[in-house]
């Protein structure tokens, strides 16, 4: 087609031989292709994300912020990725990073032309480009991930504990089963009394930004809990530290974690908010982890009090889910500290259904709903935290009997995926140039 040339995007160090190479050769038309540079990880994204087409990304393999993110976001605008080696062995896979090729830092333009046609397609005027690596993952085997999150206070690390000890005590899982502590203000390592501040969530995502570590790496990640027979992933040491966990690693992590053991307990944040729901891509990064686990977990366990203003926070927090895409037959509400009386347990449901009017929506739709609150009796856990013993079998019971539910409902079935949603004509705008 008339008017077709490359587009190349590069990233490199300063001073990288290569660099300077392809610029002299888009220069005098050796290659045919126009050749933007730059600046740094994040210009490339920019660029890669302003919609221009482009037909591939040279990126040198050194350059720091060079990790399966940058890769993805190229995946996500159709443009392939050139990875130029530094002359030292790979310590990661092209294939699993979703790299098309690998080129030798000394590469001549016959070599680059070569690797573009294989590999990218040039642009051409008024025409988009399509996706050109499929960035499609092969499917892997991954034990099974209960999610829990809780309105503050309420006890979602105690219930976490529960269920991973409860986990762990079922011979069907093989005693491999962990506990991570996924929030942002991570506190399970104080409740279980951590040797050490890691290594922890951190190191483990940093290992996944280019890699993808085995399972005996991933588990030498964490420490073990004898007295409850499970082992633990600490989590962020500062609450700042979310920054540092870079979106497609965090989800590679959480792969890994689930590769490497049959069961995950993952206590996450209630905030699941969304770029959608108040326009920050900063606050969608921040809650991202969680976002993750509860869309892709088993089951999900929300943790409430009794009370007026608890569950008011329940029913928020159970509206905030099932807009988040949660499936809501996936969704086990639990309240503890629950009255005895079953008519008190009668209303504190009611109370619950008018407090989470898009939960008890869901419900009245065809089939699956929110499941029944789980109740978990007045009895306070603080001597077994103190003294590292493990809960009394009255907490851990019910929890445990309400998750088993939902696991043997839906089988090794996985969670649904988003379906796309219908827009009303009209409703995004209209075009340039289009008739009022």
């Known amino acids: ?128 480009l399509p996706p050109l690596v499929d960035d499609a993952e092969p499917l892997r085997w991954q034990g099974r991930l209960v999610a829990v999150c809780g309105t503050g206070g309420a006890g979602a690390s105690t219930v976490a504990i529960a269920l991973a000890q409860a986990a762990a005590a079922d011979v069907r899982h093989g005693g491999s089963v962990v506990l991570a502590d996924l929030a942002r203000r991570a506190d399970q390592g104080v409740l279980h009394d951590a040797p050490d501040v890691g290594p922890g ?60 053991f049959q069961v995950t307990v993952a206590q996450v944040d209630a905030d699941v908010e969304g770029e959608a729901d108040g326009g920050s891509i900063d606050v969608e990064e921040r809650n991202h982890l969680a976002r993750q686990v509860v869309t892709t977990a088993d089951a999900v366990v929300v943790v409430g009090r009794p009370g007026l203003s608890g569950t008011a926070a329940l029913g ?40 989470s009017p898009g939960a008890s929506a869901a419900s009245s739709g065809a089939g699956a709903g929110v499941r029944p609150p789980v109740w978990v009796p007045d009895r306070d856990p603080e001597a077994d935290l103190r003294d590292g013993a493990p809960l009394h079998a009255q907490l851990v019971r019910p929890l445990a009997r309400a998750v088993d539910a939902v696991l043997d409902a839906h089988g090794d079935a996985p969670p649904p995926a988003p379906t796309p949603e219908r827009v009303a004509p009209g409703s995004l705008g209209t075009w340039a140039g289009d008739p009022a």
């Open 316 to 355: 928020r927090l159970l509206d905030d889910l099932v807009a988040a895409k949660v499936d809501p037959d996936r969704v086990v509400p639990v309240i503890v500290r629950a009255p005895r009386s079953p008519r008190a347990r009668a209303e504190l449901a009611r109370a619950l259904a008018v407090a």
């Open 1 to 128: 087609m008339t008017g077709e040339r490359w587009v190349l995007l590069g990233f490199a160090r300063p001073r990288v031989a290569w660099f300077a190479e392809v610029a002299r050769m888009a220069t005098t038309g050796v290659l045919g292709a126009e050749f933007v540079k730059c600046l740094s990880a994040d210009d490339a994204r920019t660029r890669l994300a302003s919609g221009r087409p482009h037909s591939a990304l040279l990126v040198d393999v050194g350059a720091p912020g060079f990790d399966r993110d940058l890769v993805a976001a190229a995946a996500t605008a159709g443009t392939a990725v050139l990875a130029v080696s530094d002359g030292r062995p790979l310590r990661w896979s092209p294939a699993d990073l979703g790299v098309a090729a690998v080129l030798a830092p000394d590469f001549d333009a016959a070599t680059l032309l070569d690797a573009l046609q294989a590999a990218a397609r040039p642009v051409a005027r008024a025409t988009l």
């Open 201 to 260: 969530l951190q190191e483990l995502a940093e290992a996944h930004r280019l890699g993808r570590p085995g399972p005996g790496v991933v588990r030498a990640m964490t420490f073990e809990v004898p007295e409850r027979s499970y082992r633990l992933l600490l989590g962020l040491r500062r609450p700042a530290a979310w920054s540092t966990l870079r979106p497609r690693a965090a989800d590679a992590a959480l792969e890994g974690v689930r590769q490497a």
